[in-house]
Structures are given as C-alpha cells and as structure tokens.
C-alpha cells in the first residue's frame, strides 16, 4: 500500500482458519509521516484459500485518506498458491465501491489506469472500471459507484497464467478527508493441458521420419 510517499507493506497472518483451509483476515494498516502525523488507513476483512490449483479471496477494504490534500493510492492484495506446473487458468472477480466524504470530495482515476486490476505470477488476468473513473459529491456523505463482474458464478474467463500468486491492485486518486470503500472478489483454478493436445503431441513425435540411402 502507498500513498504520496508513504509506504506499507505488510504480510497477513489469518485471525482464523477454517478446517477446509480458508483463512478470516482482518485489521489496519496505517501510514504516517516520521511515525507521528497519520497520512492515510486502510481497514482491511478478507477471506482467503488456496492450493496448487485454486486460489480465492473476497471482502472489503476501506481507504481513508487522512490529510487535506488529495493523495493517489496504489494497493496490491496478493494470495500466494502451492502451484508448480505452467498452467493456463480460469477466473471470475468483481468490485463494488462507494466513496464517502465530510465535504466536497472525489474519487478518479490514476492517469489511465483502471481502478482494480488483477494478475498472476506477473501475467495480466483483466482489468475492471477502466479509466476515467471519476465520482464526486459537493457535500458531505456517501455516493455508490456501482459494480462491474467477470467470469460468472464459476471461473471461466480464461487467462494465460495461474501461477505462484493471484495478485488484485487498486489505484486510484482520492480527495482530501474522504475515504473509498471496496467490496471485491477473485477466484481462480489452474488448468493443466488438456488429453487432447497431449495426445496430439505424441501423435507428432511418433511421425516416422525417412531413411536416408
């Protein structure tokens, strides 16, 4: 997490697991100047699992910006996998949000980057709310600014990569003593090749090949 240029980065250990391996994580982290004067808060509730052929996180996180001035935001949540073959993977996500202020305020893009990206083992999976994004109130209170999905109920947008990670970024410029709540989900599952291109192969390399005389 950064913004301006105060930076956090901080490795989640779960309040609580489940017995099938899914890990309930929540708390703050918090940026200041010298360690005394607060420059922004990111309150954090997530679920998260994984394996070598899944990985899955969904929640909320709230980003306040503590300071008078706007400050851009960039996030990466990122969910490691026990993944070890070079697989191709299927994915569904989403994000939702509201922006909430004590005056005027705004949430907008960072330049022309979308608001939530998202990416395994550095390979780009898709992006949602593609710049500009651009949501403001002239007064105090909260304003929704919608939803956008991909992939349905169960994975099936197909992606390059599902690799060591299953990595969802946030960027985004924020206004001066307002916050930006998020509600957002990835899941994903590791595809190995399928029989028929494995067969396929075989197939190639069993192409007797001629004698020279």
């Known amino acids: 997490m950064s ?15 489940t017995s099938s391996g899914t890990g309930f994580y929540f708390g703050s982290l918090s940026g200041s100047t010298g360690g005394f004067v ?27 910006n503590l300071t008078s001035g706007e400050l851009t935001f960039i996030m990466s949540l990122s969910l490691p996998t026990a993944a070890a073959l070079n697989m191709t993977g299927l994915y569904n996500g989403s994000l939702s949000g509201s922006l909430t202020t004590t005056g005027a305020g705004y949430i907008v ?18 992006s949602l709310f593609a710049a500009p994004v651009n949501v403001s109130r002239s007064s105090g209170g ?6 956008q999905t991909f992939g349905g109920n169960q994975p099936s947008f197909a992606a390059p990569v599902f690799g060591t990670d299953v990595t ?16 957002t989900a990835i899941g994903g599952v590791g595809m190995v090749p399928a029989p028929g291109a494995i067969a396929l192969f075989g197939a190639f390399g069993l192409v007797p090949r001629r004698r020279r005389r």
């Open 109 to 126: 893009s960072a330049d022309a980057n979308p608001l939530w990206g998202s990416s395994s083992q550095g390979s780009s999976i898709t």
């Open 142 to 147: 909260t304003t929704s600014f919608g939803s």
């Open 38 to 64: 607060p420059v922004w808060n990111v309150n954090y509730n997530i679920l998260a699992a994984s394996s070598a052929t899944t990985g899955s996180m969904s929640g909320s996180l709230t980003v306040q």
């Open 3 to 17: 913004a301006g240029s105060i930076s956090e980065n901080a490795s989640l250990i779960a309040n609580s697991t």
């Open 168 to 183: 969802v970024s946030l960027r985004f410029r924020l206004s001066g003593n307002s916050s930006a709540t998020f509600s």
